[in-house]
């Protein structure tokens, strides 16, 4: 199973990309993490914004295959605590499709991501930055992967 990590926006920090190739790296072939990037939208003063939005859904939809679990990362979502994720993580992995988790830039989804998504996930009631974002799924789902196995990183 792969997981693709669908995220706007193309210039990270170095220390996001650090930190998301760390814990990515660590996750076995059997559940991989791929981050895909969208480019920003472009925003002007003359152009409303739900244009850019739209431009950023489409591109994500382009990323996104038909038989792809979609999981939209979304304050308003659902919290997961560390069991609960590894008990969708084990979900994902019985199912046997590619899982999606989209990450909008800085002014959300599109509605017409919105309509493809089959879960709502909340990392936080927080607004956190988008480039803590990558790093901070990155690690979780290598946390749940410890869960699952039994590995020590994780202390309960």
Do not use: F
Not at 126 to 138: F, K, M, S
């Amino acid at each position: 199973m792969d997981i693709n990590l669908i995220a706007v926006g193309t210039r990270m920090p170095a220390w996001t990309n650090e930190g998301y190739q760390e814990y990515a790296r660590r996750l076995p072939r059997e559940c991989c993490l791929k981050l895909v990037e969208i480019p920003l939208g472009q925003r002007t003063r003359s152009t409303p914004v739900e244009r850019a939005v739209n431009e950023e859904g489409k591109r994500m939809l382009a990323a996104i295959t038909p038989r792809q679990r979609v999981i939209a990362m979304d304050v308003a979502g659902r919290c997961w605590s560390t069991e609960q994720l590894a008990e969708q993580l084990v979900n994902w992995l019985q199912a046997g499709s590619d899982v999606s988790l989209l990450v909008g830039g800085p002014d959300g989804l599109s509605d017409s991501c919105m309509e493809r998504v089959e879960q709502r996930w909340s990392l936080s009631a927080l607004t956190l930055p988008h480039p803590l974002v990558r790093v901070l799924l990155a690690e979780q789902l290598y946390r749940a992967w410890t869960v699952i196995n039994h590995h020590p990183y994780h202390r309960s």
